[in-house]
């Protein structure tokens, strides 16, 4: 065989077997959504003409919008949502703010505090025209562009009033080997009507990998254990015998030394 075709070969082999793995890897992520519960009270439809409901994927990840409402924070207003996600890798959050016009492009308005099991927390700002932008993009003199690679639309549709809306999604990566505790999301504007709507929240974690499939018994060629040969030569008959020959034994004549008799 040509060796520079077999190197190719093998190149190629390692290859895909290196992206079978990657991509393995990467499916054992899941997602745990978060129900936003009495502390969302603004109804999506009231919004939304169409809006997305109940257990929906939005930008590759699950949320539970199956109450239908919104969470709306005013300035200086939180909400917070506990639990025990081991090993997060991500969290998620579908986060729009409203009457957000052109004086409030390039200002922090808010930040998302996550909290872990060991007490320490991470925290990412909320600037208007960079992570977020109004929901309603067809309202005039409003912030309608996002430009952090981390937000990014996930719906497209309409509002009531028959103008353009949109739902972002905003992307917060983690390190994997901590137990996040809290995700809080804190409006620090402190003037003006700006609101901050999260509308979903989930977050990502491993799963548990699966066990390993067994190796299989049968080593002969395309697995042909069954065939008639295969269980001929398996037979035990052809093993050697394993029965035990019970040695002779003869009775000497103590009387007796080399076969003559003692006088």
């Known amino acids: 065989m040509n060796a520079a075709i077999f190197t190719k070969s093998a190149k190629g082999l390692i290859l895909a077997s290196g992206l079978i793995a990657a991509s393995s890897i990467m499916g054992y992520a899941q997602d745990?959504?978060?129900?936003?519960?009495?502390?969302?009270?603004?109804?999506?439809?009231g919004l939304y003409a169409g809006a997305p409901t109940g257990s929906v994927s939005l930008g590759g990840?699950?949320?539970?919008?199956?109450?239908?409402?919104?969470?709306?924070?005013?300035?200086?207003?939180?909400?917070?949502?506990?639990?025990?996600?081991?090993?997060a890798t991500g969290a998620y959050l579908l986060l729009n703010s409203a009457n957000t016009y052109l004086w409030y492009d390039q200002t922090v308005v808010g930040n998302v505090t996550l909290t872990f099991?060991?007490?320490?927390?991470?925290?990412?700002?909320?600037?208007?025209?960079?992570?977020?932008?109004?929901?309603?993009?067809?309202?005039?003199?409003?912030?309608?562009?996002?430009?952090?690679?981390?937000?990014?639309q996930v719906w497209t549709g309409n509002?009531?009033?028959?103008?353009?809306?949109?739902?972002?999604?905003?992307t917060i990566s983690l390190t994997g080997t901590k137990t996040l505790t809290s995700v809080t999301v804190n409006d620090t504007n402190?003037?003006?009507?700006?609101?901050i709507s999260l509308s979903g929240l989930t977050i990502s974690s491993p799963d548990p990998a699966p066990?390993?499939?067994?190796?299989?018994?049968?080593?002969?060629?395309?697995?042909s254990c069954n065939t008639p040969a295969a269980v001929n030569s398996n037979s035990q008959k052809w093993?050697?015998?394993?029965?035990?020959?019970?040695?002779?034994?003869?009775?000497?004549?103590?009387?007796?030394n080399s076969g003559h008799h003692s006088k």
């Open 159 to 170: 509002a009531t009033d028959g103008s353009a809306a949109v739902i972002d999604m905003l």
């Open 239 to 256: 093993l050697p015998s394993t029965s035990a020959t019970t040695p002779s034994t003869t009775t000497i004549d103590k009387h007796t």
């Open 211 to 223: 066990a390993p499939a067994p190796d299989p018994t049968c080593t002969r060629p395309g697995n």
């Open 32 to 45: 745990a959504p978060v129900a936003l519960g009495a502390q969302a009270t603004v109804p999506l439809s």
């Open 61 to 87: 990840h699950t949320f539970d919008l199956s109450a239908g409402n919104l969470a709306s924070l005013a300035n200086g207003q939180s909400v917070s949502f506990s639990g025990s996600w081991a090993n």
């Open 117 to 152: 099991s060991d007490g320490t927390t991470q925290s990412t700002d909320l600037m208007v025209g960079s992570n977020l932008r109004e929901w309603r993009t067809g309202a005039g003199f409003t912030v309608n562009l996002i430009t952090d690679p981390a937000a990014a």
């Open 190 to 195: 402190g003037w003006g009507a700006l609101a």
